[in-house]
């Protein structure tokens, strides 16, 4: 699968056109990870974004030490194929704020943030494209997590 | 550890892949399933209550109640995982995830085999819990999936083939005979019920010939295990 092909693919990039995909795919590179590895740590540095292209990766969340338990780290997502993850590479201060582990041997398309940003900033269509197919994404996370939220009180009570 | 009994505790909220996974356990000598849990609340509360030395769980399990609208609802199955390899250190622990091999409901009669995936992207490595369990390290946790025998699916579809064979076969051999019978063209009849008699002989052929590769399949079926667990929090990819 070309990168190209890969971006295509991805709900996020498809209003984009052939001219603006071989921009981005100018830029990527397929990364392959196996099971159980890290594809990034939270409070580092966010300078790629990534499509999945095979596999499944668990978005953790490192819980606060308190004296009663042990820190312990919380899935807050799962990212299937063709779905991108690491959005913290566009937002500011540009650091992860989630650990990503993969659950299965892994293959993802690697996209350079910082040189995605300079193209955001030169091609303002791209950039409002890519934003604005990101925050339906998100929005659309935040709805599903509001009903996770929701029913996991409502099996409690 | 051979001779003693292995428990085994399984956790997913699919019926069908919890009973697969239970297949895993039920087709190993010495191997129990002590426990089933249907979410991540009662996969941890199994095991700390029953101390199993391995336990399956599906990478899909929601918390406590998975909501068909709703993805999110089953992401626990990492996090059960890590709170019971916490709890049971020394114990086996096994996330699976089916996407790399799936399965069907249909094959949930056959032989699920566990897959343990190593350090290398392609594929992942057919181990008994037994051997899981000696390839454990304390604290670490393993990521595998589960597959139905290849040999018994591809034997399966060789069968079957045969069985088309021989039925074709019969049909043409009954309709050259009644070509034959018309006389007038007796001759492509006799073409034809040959031709039907050679599909016959191809497919019994087939099938004695499946029979064997299956006794064959079974006994070259030993591999040698690989350690491949992960400390999740020492876990790095390729760029960190």
């Known amino acids: ?157 | 550890m051979r001779g003693k009994t292995l428990r085994v505790v399984v956790a997913s909220e699919d019926p069908g892949l919890r009973q697969m996974l239970a297949g895993v356990a039920e087709g190993e000598q010495g191997a129990v399933v002590v426990g089933r849990a249907e979410n991540a609340v009662n996969a941890v509360a199994l095991a700390a209550r029953l101390r199993p030395q391995v336990t399956l769980v599906d990478s899909e399990l929601p918390h406590y109640l998975g909501k068909d609208s709703v993805r999110l609802s089953r992401m626990s199955g990492l996090d059960a995982a890590l709170s019971i390899s916490r709890e049971l250190p020394s114990a086996a622990t096994v996330v699976i995830s089916n996407s790399r091999y799936p399965v069907h409901a249909g094959e949930s009669a056959g032989n699920p085999q566990l897959i343990v995936y190593g350090e290398s992207r392609a594929g992942g490595i057919p181990m008994t819990l037994r051997e899981l369990v000696g390839a454990t390290s304390p604290g670490n946790i393993s990521f595998g999936g589960l597959r139905i025998r290849e040999e018994k699916t591809d034997a399966a579809r060789l069968t079957r083939l045969a069985d088309r064979t021989v039925l074709g076969g019969s049909l043409a051999l009954m309709g050259g005979l009644g070509l034959m019978a018309t006389l007038l063209f007796a001759g492509p009849g006799l073409v034809v019920a040959a031709a039907g008699v050679a599909a016959i002989a191809l497919g019994f052929i087939g099938k004695l010939s499946t029979g064997l590769w299956r006794k064959r399949s079974k006994l070259s079926d030993e591999k040698l295990p690989q350690p491949v667990t992960r400390d999740i929090e020492s876990s790095s990819g390729g760029k960190l």
């Open chain 1, 1 to 157: 699968m070309t990168t190209k092909t890969s971006l295509r693919d991805c709900e996020v990039f498809k209003t984009f056109s052939e001219s603006e995909l071989a921009k981005i795919s100018d830029i990527s590179s397929v990364e392959e990870q196996p099971a159980g590895a890290a594809v990034f740590r939270e409070g580092t540095d966010a300078d790629t974004l990534y499509v999945l292209q095979d596999g499944k990766v668990a978005l953790q969340m490192q819980l606060p030490d308190t004296q009663a338990r042990a820190p312990r780290r919380v899935s807050v997502d799962i990212v299937t194929r063709n779905e991108m993850f690491g959005w913290s590479a566009l937002v500011e201060p540009h650091r992860y704020t989630l650990m990503a582990i993969c659950l299965e041997p892994t293959r993802v398309l690697a996209i350079n943030a910082v040189r995605l940003r300079s193209l955001m900033e030169e091609d303002r269509r791209v950039g409002y494209e890519l934003l604005h197919q990101l925050v339906r994404l998100v929005a659309s996370r935040l709805e599903e997590t509001r009903h996770v939220l929701i029913s996991e009180r409502g099996g409690l009570s």
